[in-house]
């Protein structure tokens, strides 16, 4: 068996979803201070439901036919997502990135497009 070295676990990797999958780093919003000075953190209703698109899966589903879906979206797309995103720390650890979460094609509800 062959165990990982410093190395390896130190070494950065891109990741690829399988599936209908999307990675998707979050805009977090930094914590307030009031004018009196007291620091009011974020709450977990309170987290951000935009985000940027970091990687997608080969395919956003298969039809009737088992013919790939093509993706409506594309890496660095801005874009809204649900509110309750799957957390990914092991991916985290992979790619050096924090903030990244895990939804399903169908859980992203819109793209952002500048105008």
Not at 40 to 51: L, Y
């Amino acid at each position: 068996m062959k165990l990982a070295t410093a190395e390896a676990v130190a070494k950065k990797y891109a990741i690829r979803p399988r599936d209908r999958w999307v990675v998707i780093k979050k805009f977090i919003r930094g914590e307030e201070v009031t004018d009196g000075g007291v620091i009011v953190p974020e709450t977990k209703d309170d987290r951000s439901q935009r985000g940027i698109v970091f990687a997608l899966s080969n395919c956003a589903g298969r039809d009737r036919e088992g013919n790939d879906i093509p993706w409506d979206i594309k890496v660095g797309d801005v874009v809204i997502f649900t509110n309750y995103p799957m957390d990914i720390p092991a991916v985290e650890e992979l790619t050096g990135e924090k903030d990244l979460v895990l939804v399903q094609a169908d859980e992203v509800f819109a793209v952002a497009e500048e105008v």
